[in-house]
């Protein structure tokens, strides 16, 4: 089960890259960092269907996985993880309302689970409610106010908020907690480049991009050598 989910973050990163345009992948590259739910610590991660679960996710059956997870989360109503599992698999399978509602039980649980309100808002955004996803991304800010991605959330509801300034003003905010992530550069390139920053936006997207590539290169480094083994 453990495996399980720290696997789930990447199920759901297939939720946003339909939800947002290609032009517009600040949302896909928060998603990738939604932060996995804590460990079970009840009877939950025992039953059965925790099991089913995680079984039908490894096989890539996740409509079988979140039906299961309905079930957990129904069957144990006040465990923290049955309710964020629920969410995390609504909202890799665009069930975004359905998500939505895992995610406030899993807030009735723990008021302050950042995590929580980062998949209520993806949840929301997905619809094109951006300003009540803003206000959730606000949450994770005031929650986790040195993780970039309440930040970066925060940026790409507000433009399409049509709060232009504070877009920025949020953007450079993400690159001020987090000078290494890629994703909070490339967020402040393009809140530059709609603000007519054109220096500060081709400046930031090449920050955002030597952080790509360092990245890119530190995981080839570490990841097994191809070709023959013999």
Known sequence: ???????????????VTNAFSA????????????????????PAINDPLAKQISAAAKAQNFGTALDASRRLA???PKSLGAQVIHGMLALSLR????????YHKALSIRPDLAGAYVGVALAEAS??????ALSDFQQVTRLAPKAEMGWIGSSACAEKSGRRQ??????????AVAPSSAGAWYQLAREEGLSGNKQASANAL???NQLQRTALQRRSSRSPRGGNSG
């Open 74 to 76: 129904a069957r144990y």
């Open 127 to 132: 619809q094109q409610h951006f300003r009540v």
């Open 166 to 175: 504070e877009s920025l003003e949020y953007a450079r905010r993400a690159t």
């Open 206 to 208: 090449a920050r955002a």
């Open 23 to 42: 032009q517009d992948p600040s949302i896909d590259r928060l998603l990738g960092k939604l932060p996995p739910p804590e460990k079970f610590v009840d």
């Open 1 to 15: 089960m453990k495996s399980f989910i720290l696997m789930l973050p990447v199920f759901a990163a297939v939720v």
């Open 95 to 102: 069930r975004f309302p359905e998500a939505s509602t895992a």
